[in-house]
């Protein structure tokens, strides 16, 4: 028997994070985001008008400004920006249970401190299952389904082959 993730949450709903919460969809998505219109908009036109306006969203994608309830996933995609990614995690780590997948889709090194994500990711979040997302890809063209070339990176074989 396989493991599959079916409720993945996304945090950071701009253009990259709300691609990825369509890219999820058949899954049972909840896109985490600070602004109230963004999530206003996704649950009501199923479109995230502010970061990635012209795209119809997946009508099952639910947005929050949650984060414990977006927590409560499977498995969990990173997609807030470096500068404000520990504070994020540290906010998310009472409700992360241990081995959690907890991918980060973001770049960036954090300025405060010079580290890399996977160091933030570490420090902020030592229970998680980590794992990485990358490569060249333009999140409206991710939206609309069309094709291109991602790598997910996690020393756990099975939780990478349950993410992808």
Known sequence: MSLKYERIAVIGAGAWGTALAQATAGCEVTLWAREAEVIEAVNGAHENRTFLPGIALDPQIRATADLTQAAAADAVLMVTPAQHMRGVLETLAPHIAPAKPVVLCAKGVEQSTNRLLTEVLAEALPQACPAVLSGPSFAAEVARGL??????????EKVAHALT
Request: charged share 10%; hydrophobic share 50%.
């Open 147 to 156: 094709p291109t070339a991602v790598t997910l990176a996690c020393a756990d």
